[in-house]
């Protein structure tokens, strides 16, 4: 395993509560990523992080905001949740610490069901 | 465009034979095309790689045959065994940037014994 910590796993709410999901790594990689799961969509990039403080709109970017206030967290919210927002979310960091490859690591994933 | 098209959605292959899963990409930009292994409950795991400088790469049983001028590449299982069975994501995007990664829509393979 690539040392990367999803919470929760599975997390069911209700339309408009706010949802935070947390992705914790402990190898030190600077380049950090959310991703979304759907049947039919494959995996689509919603933001990501290229360091402490520092980050990006992915694809579908609307109604999450995320945050990273240390190397090895990166959190993703959801201010408003909407059941277009049930999904399989997974985080995942670079394969180096200095590089970008392009190679990505998953952790395994968090299931959110918005009711 | 940004599309990467995957095909076919689902694949049943007796054990012992061939899976073969395309994709088709648009942007000539893409330098890199990553296969991905998911199982279920598991989050995808990086299978094979290859870059545009050759037309093959194998490791073990798994091969990725790559078309630059067709902008199709796809990839074969040989001797396809029950412990091959998961969701296939091809991928393509900028080899020095992991964000610009896009994934095609899955392949989910079930191997018969």
């Known amino acids: 395993d690539a040392g990367i910590t999803q919470s929760p796993r599975h997390k069911v709410t209700e339309t408009g509560t706010p949802v935070t999901l947390r992705c914790h790594q402990t190898e030190n990689h600077r380049y950090m990523y959310w991703y979304r799961q759907d049947p039919g969509h494959g995996l689509r990039l919603i933001h990501y992080s290229y360091g402490v403080k520092d980050t990006d709109k992915g694809e579908v970017s609307d109604g999450y905001s995320v945050s990273r206030s240390k190397t090895e967290d990166f959190l993703l919210t959801l201010e408003s949740a909407t059941s277009s927002q049930t999904s399989v979310y997974f985080c995942?960091?670079?394969?180096?610490?200095?590089?970008?490859?392009?190679?990505?690591?998953f952790g395994e994933g968090s299931r959110l069901t918005v009711l | 465009q940004q599309q990467v098209k995957q095909s076919p959605q689902s694949l049943i292959v007796q054990k012992g034979g061939i899976s073969i899963i395309n994709c088709a990409y648009e942007?000539?930009?893409?330098?890199?095309f990553p296969w991905y292994q998911q199982f279920p409950g598991k989050g995808p795991a990086l299978l094979i790689a290859?870059?545009?400088?050759?037309s093959e790469k194998k490791e073990g049983r798994f091969t990725i045959s790559f078309n630059k001028s067709a902008k199709q590449f796809s990839l074969h299982i040989m001797d396809s065994q029950p412990g091959d069975s998961a969701t296939y994501f091809c991928?393509?995007?900028?080899?020095?940037?992991?964000?610009?990664?896009?994934f095609g829509s899955g392949t989910r393979l079930s191997i018969r014994p």
């Open positions: 290859i870059r545009p400088d050759v």
């Open positions: 942007n000539t930009a893409f330098d890199y």
């Open positions: 991928a393509a995007g900028i080899y020095s940037s992991a964000s610009k990664i896009i």
């Open positions: 995942a960091i670079s394969g180096a610490d200095r590089a970008n490859t392009g190679e990505l690591f």
